[in-house]
């Protein structure tokens, strides 16, 4: 499907989350460890947060390990709250409008994963969207609708009960029309303050997610590890699969649960849809 990493603390250069991990998120798109496929070559997508009103967005059909401008932005660009993904279609057209994050406002949103039988259920689940926001959806993907009913639920307000509300409907129409497990997620959103991470499946199998370990704490483990100390103590990441191998610096995301990262905390609180 797909892989993606949100991250938040000192700012840093794009190329250091997107090229030099030795598990890196351009590598994930050649070599996924622990993606449901091994390649990610649908395009990608870059999401950051610098002065403007609203974050910034490189979009690219190319996969991410043979795009030279990627190269040439990431050299470039430094921020201190980054989304990336890139994609692997589960059956809607390579096009820039379909590469996450996508964005409303302040708000970034990235999907790996898939609503079941999409074709099925595309119907009720656009004509739930608040009218207000239909003509903002340009692609086609189930990712983009997933996000304007999170939108339409209150996302805004109310990030961990309107996700609950948009992916309860999901469940409702696809068992409607007979599916079993109608959704499978991990998701991440972020309004440029907070991000919300959550993993979820209907199936109880969901895709792979982790969250880094607190920096303070890997400092007095590595104390001759220069990247650690490079990073502010606020510093945490979201990943599909670790960008490292570094003993302890990663945790699981447990299923059906939110990971809420403000700061440098990390608060994980259970997931469960809403009808």
Known sequence: MCRWLAYSGSPVLLEELLYKPANSLVTQSRHSRLGAETTNGDGFGVGWYADAATPGLFLSTEPAWNDRNLRELSAQVSAG???????????????????????????????????????????????????????????????EILFHLALTFGLETDPLAAVARAVGCV????????????????????????????????????????HSNDITTLREQYPDNPMLHSLSADTRLVVSEPLGDLHGAWREVPESACLVVTGGAGELRPFTPLR
Request: proline fraction near 3%.
């Open 81 to 143: 709250r980054v989304f990336a993904h890139v994609r692997a279609s589960t059956g809607t057209a390579v096009q820039q409008t379909n590469c996450h994050p996508f964005r409303h406002g302040r708000w970034l949103w990235m999907h790996n994963g898939l609503i079941t039988d999409f074709n099925l259920v595309r119907r009720d689940l656009a004509m739930t969207v608040d009218p207000s926001l239909y003509h903002e959806i340009e692609g086609s993907t189930d990712s």
């Open 171 to 210: 469940e409702a129409a696809g068992r409607d029309h007979g599916l079993v497990y109608p959704i499978q997620m991990t998701v991440a959103t972020t309004d440029g303050e907070t991000t919300w991470a959550f993993r979820y499946s209907s199936r109880g199998r969901s895709r792979s997610l982790f």
